[in-house]
T-cell receptor, first 115, second 112 residues
Framework: AQSVTQLDSQVPVFEEAPVELRCNYSSSVSVYLFWYVQYPNQGLQLLLKYLSGSTLVESINGFEAEFNKSQTSFHLRKPSVHISDTAEYFCAVIDGTGGYNKLIFGAGTRLAVHP | EAQVTQNPRYLITVTGKKLTVTCSQNMNHEYMSWYRQDPGLGLRQIYYSMNVEVTDKGDVPEGYKVSRKEKRNFPLILESPSPNQTSLYFC???????????FGPGTRLTVT
C-alpha cells in the first residue's frame, strides 16, 4: 500500500522569499501524485497533479512540483511567496491496490507567510 | 456551479445523540467519499461509495455509517457519537475515470 510523508509540519517564511514543501511517497509503481491546498476555514482545492508525461507540473498561481522517481519525491516549490499563500498544503498519492483508486494523504504542511 | 455541499457546517452535540451530516454533489459523479481531518494525521478515509447502493469501509470506519440511495447524496451517520469523533469532516466526489476529487467545505463536529 502507498503512503505519503510530508517532512515538515510547519514552514514559516517571509513574503517574497522562495519556499519548498517536501513530500515523499512509498512506492514507484504506477504513481499518481497531487498537491491540495486548504485555505483557512475552507475545503481542499486541487493545486496541481502529476499523472504522466512531463515530470515538472505547474499551477496557475506560480507553484510547481517535480516528480522524481529515483528519490520517490514530489516536492512543491514557489520562487516568491505572497501573504495569500498562507494555507495548509497536503501531498497525496493514489493507492490502486484492491481495485479502488483511494487517495492517500500526507499529514499536511502549514505554510505561514509573514510580512 | 459544480460543487459538493455539506450540512451543517458546524455542529456541537452531546455523547450518544444520533446525528447525520448530509453531502450532495451536482456533477453526476459515481464515486463519493467521507474523510476526517485531524491535526498531524492529515485526511483519513472513513467510507466510500462507487455508485448507488455500493459502499465500502475506508481506513477509519468504526462508529460511522453511510448510505447511497441516490447518486447525488451520501450522508454520514453517527448513531452514538463519542468525544473521539470530534473532528473536521469532508465529503468528496469524483468520476469513475478521473483521479481528481472535489471536496465539500467541511463540517466541524464537536462531541461533548
Amino acid at each position: 500500500a502507498q503512503s505519503v510523508t510530508q517532512l515538515d509540519s510547519q514552514v514559516p517564511v517571509f513574503e517574497e522569499a522562495p519556499v519548498e514543501l517536501r513530500c515523499n511517497y512509498s512506492s514507484s509503481v504506477s504513481v499518481y501524485l497531487f498537491w491540495y491546498v486548504q485555505y483557512p476555514n475552507q475545503g481542499l482545492q486541487l493545486l496541481l497533479k502529476y499523472l504522466s508525461g512531463s515530470t515538472l507540473v505547474e499551477s496557475i498561481n506560480g507553484f510547481e512540483a517535480e516528480f522524481n522517481k529515483s528519490q520517490t519525491s514530489f516536492h512543491l516549490r514557489k520562487p516568491s511567496v505572497h501573504i495569500s499563500d498562507t494555507a495548509e498544503y497536503f501531498c497525496a498519492v493514489i493507492d490502486g491496490t484492491g481495485g479502488y483508486n483511494k487517495l492517500i494523504f500526507g499529514a499536511g504542511t502549514r505554510l505561514a507567510v509573514h510580512p | 456551479e459544480a460543487q459538493v455541499t455539506q450540512n451543517p457546517r458546524y455542529l456541537i452535540t452531546v455523547t450518544g445523540k444520533k446525528l447525520t451530516v448530509t453531502c450532495s454533489q451536482n456533477m453526476n459523479h459515481e464515486y463519493m467519499s467521507w474523510y476526517r481531518q485531524d491535526p498531524g494525521l492529515g485526511l483519513r478515509q472513513i467510507y466510500y461509495s462507487m455508485n448507488v447502493e455500493v459502499t465500502d469501509k475506508g481506513d477509519v470506519p468504526e462508529g460511522y455509517k453511510v448510505s447511497r440511495k441516490e447518486k447525488r447524496n451520501f450522508p454520514l451517520i453517527l448513531e452514538s457519537p463519542s468525544p473521539n469523533q470530534t473532528s473536521l469532516y469532508f465529503c468528496a466526489s469524483r468520476t469513475g475515470r478521473a483521479y481528481e476529487q472535489y471536496f465539500g467545505p467541511g463540517t466541524r463536529l464537536t462531541v461533548t
